[in-house]
């Protein structure tokens, strides 16, 4: 059996950064957020669930997910986003479970943003934080996304904090710094999981 260690961190925070240096050194990953859309894709669960609940609310005219329609409603109605989630949140669970079993190396990186949120936790046997201020968050994110100040601070004040990630945290990457400076950190941590997954 393989070692899981679920990585997580806030908006901007750098998991994709960290990921691929994970998967550069050969490190299975599995992306929650790759999971959550396929299962809303026509013909899968979380589609099927979403129009039993809203009908064609949030379909398109072909029958496919309204991804904006739907952002936009989560983003004003918070008990249509708990519905949401309630939905969704099992079915993505339960794939990951499906994914982490079928893991054929010493250990796996699951990328899963809303770790806390989603109560996701019980599926990892280390949690791996990537930490960077908020302001240098908000900063990557507005850049990468092009959205002003407000909308990345909405988000972060939907997501877990930063003191409860820390507290669940096993190890944590500092991605205050250059880009550069991952490589060294993620290596050291790759070493790491390695002599773990063979002592378990
Ligand atoms: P999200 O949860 O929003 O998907 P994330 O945690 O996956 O975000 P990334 O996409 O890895 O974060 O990083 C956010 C942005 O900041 C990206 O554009 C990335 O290239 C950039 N970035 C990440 N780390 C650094 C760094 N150390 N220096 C400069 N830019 C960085």
Redesign the pocket.
Known sequence: MALHIALT????????????RFAALGVPVIDT?VIARDSVQPGQAGHAAIRNTWGNRFLDATGRLNRRALRRAIFTDQALKARLDALLHPLIHRELTVRLKRVDAPYSIA?I?LLLEAGFDDLADRVLL?D?TRE??VA??M???HQPREAIES?IAQQATESALRHIADDIID?????A??DEQVARLHRRYLDLAESM
């Open positions: 961190g806030g908006i901007g925070s750098g998991k994709t950064a960290v990921s691929e957020d990328v943003p990537v960077a240098t968050r990557r994110a850049r990468r996304d988000i991605n205050n710094t250059a880009l400076a991952l």
